[in-house]
């Protein structure tokens, strides 16, 4: 792992870092914002999974995470979307599928089978080396994310609740399966079969019996996605008929960008702190 | 003055606009985050000057300050840095003159008069059109600013301390005429004639007996631009040859980013609030 910035920021340090990657075969970039701790303490953590487009930068600039982090002891992982680099098959006309859109999934398909393996990444690689180089209690991890990101969280913890005790994500894409984005990019990563979609849907996830009993979801009104690829409605309906509790807020004018997700990232790394510290 | 984006973010307003500027002749666009506030209420409002090379997006999407103006009930208003456009005349290959980087002065040699009147642009006319459109309580009006934009904000309250009821800054350029960001400015704006570099310079003001009774400055111990260009202790000498109180902060560790100035962005918010408010 080297070392790429290191800034002292609200107390503690922001940090990214990159190495190569055994799960991705490309060299991937990633940050890290540890809070100020005695010499020796360990911290929980909160995984953050940015959306289509995104790198680790976008949340670690305009997320203002880093005030509630300092606040509770909280670290904040925020890895990248998808592998990069000239070797990595890419889709450059599509915002929505190839680099920038790894769907945090393990892409069973050529030519992206290869490379975009961001599941294994962030629940298999990326843990090691964060316990191996961050002061950060492995025992004591939650998850949020944004949007593709949101997707990739709630799907995350409801596949391994034991791993997170808490999830929460900011205008997630909740079925993707049903929605234009995952009905793209599903087929081309997964192959047709729908079966092998629905450990990548959190509606369908809670629909075979996955459960987690501390999920937090903000969405805004005015997200021109909502309609037509955020569809919040089908979460509180999985939940609903699956008695499973969840709060699913919708926030009155706010839209998709980093506008809304500062607005209400403190409430949510409080949230997480609450249930990594209970 | 046209919208050019707004955003509901911490419950209030975050806007970008542009107008065609009579000072600058050019297009300019301003950044104002207006907080959630009663019907017909004017509030009190906090300019934020920025660095070079910096636009009115870098503390939109990096200053942390809608939270504490949400809090505090405090317009923020961010201009752009320098007139822009092709007709402008720039340095292209220098990052710290001409273009993003017009020093909050009126230029007053060839080619740079035409269009490089950011003094006139922050003094006279963005505040006519902020009054116009805007809930801003024009009777209370604080300052601030980062780098070259610190030292926009410290001489301009310098020099009219009835209009700016505080001044503050992050990291500023304190004596600009003493170092060589400066050197090379003025000279090329103002002409070789250092006497009117005098009122561009904090410093200069303060020996030629500028006063002002609410001066707060952090700047970071481990900021790389310190020892050649901000030159903090300066500004702290001058003050107390001048027997004006000033609080001067060394922050250990931080350096020029916008990691420092968001770390203390809701202390600056909130100390210019309170005196916005008396």
């Given at each position: 792992m080297e070392t790429v910035a290191e800034n002292r920021s609200h107390g503690g340090m922001q940090g990214v870092y990159g190495h190569a990657s055994r799960e991705t075969g490309t060299d991937m970039t990633f940050a890290v914002f540890v809070p100020e701790h005695a010499p020796g303490e360990k911290l929980p953590m909160l995984w953050y999974l940015s959306g289509l487009t995104c790198t680790h930068a976008n949340v670690m600039e305009k997320g203002e995470y880093r005030a509630a982090c300092a606040e509770h002891g909280v670290i904040l992982v925020a890895p990248d979307t998808s592998p990069r680099g000239d070797d990595v098959p890419d889709a450059a006309e599509e915002y929505d599928f190839g680099k920038g859109a790894g769907f945090y999934l393990d892409a069973t398909r050529e030519p992206w089978s290869k490379h975009y393996r961001m599941r294994s990444y962030i629940e298999?690689?990326?843990?090691?080396?964060?316990?191996?180089?961050?002061?950060?209690?492995m025992?004591?991890?939650?998850?949020?994310?944004?949007?593709m990101g949101g997707?990739?969280?709630?799907?995350?913890?409801?596949?391994?609740?034991?791993?997170?005790?808490?999830?929460?994500?900011?205008?997630?894409i909740v079925a993707p399966s049903l929605v234009p984005w995952g009905q793209k990019a599903f087929p081309r990563y997964l192959g047709e079969d729908r079966d092998?979609?629905?450990?990548h849907d959190a509606v369908a996830l809670i629909e075979d019996g996955a459960r987690h009993d501390h999920i937090l979801v903000d969405q805004g009104t005015?997200?021109?996605?909502?309609?037509?690829?955020?569809?919040?409605?089908?979460l509180a309906e999985a939940c609903e008929a699956a008695g499973m509790p969840a709060t699913i807020q919708m926030q009155e004018g706010y839209d998709h960008s980093y506008f809304f997700v500062s607005t209400f990232m403190a409430e949510?790394?409080?949230?997480?702190?609450?249930?990594?510290?209970?």
């Amino acid at each position: 792992m080297e070392t790429v910035a290191e800034n002292r920021s609200h107390g503690g340090m922001q940090g990214v870092y990159g190495h190569a990657s055994r799960e991705t075969g490309t060299d991937m970039t990633f940050a890290v914002f540890v809070p100020e701790h005695a010499p020796g303490e360990k911290l929980p953590m909160l995984w953050y999974l940015s959306g289509l487009t995104c790198t680790h930068a976008n949340v670690m600039e305009k997320g203002e995470y880093r005030a509630a982090c300092a606040e509770h002891g909280v670290i904040l992982v925020a890895p990248d979307t998808s592998p990069r680099g000239d070797d990595v098959p890419d889709a450059a006309e599509e915002y929505d599928f190839g680099k920038g859109a790894g769907f945090y999934l393990d892409a069973t398909r050529e030519p992206w089978s290869k490379h975009y393996r961001m599941r294994s990444y962030i629940e298999a690689e990326l843990p090691d080396l964060i316990a191996e180089h961050f002061p950060a209690d492995m025992e004591r991890q939650s998850i949020t994310g944004h949007s593709m990101g949101g997707h990739g969280a709630l799907t995350a913890a409801l596949r391994d609740p034991a791993r997170f005790r808490s999830v929460s994500a900011f205008s997630p894409i909740v079925a993707p399966s049903l929605v234009p984005w995952g009905q793209k990019a599903f087929p081309r990563y997964l192959g047709e079969d729908r079966d092998k979609w629905r450990e990548h849907d959190a509606v369908a996830l809670i629909e075979d019996g996955a459960r987690h009993d501390h999920i937090l979801v903000d969405q805004g009104t005015a997200d021109i996605f909502l309609g037509e690829q955020l569809k919040a409605h089908l979460l509180a309906e999985a939940c609903e008929a699956a008695g499973m509790p969840a709060t699913i807020q919708m926030q009155e004018g706010y839209d998709h960008s980093y506008f809304f997700v500062s607005t209400f990232m403190a409430e949510h790394v409080a949230w997480h702190a609450e249930r990594l510290k209970a």
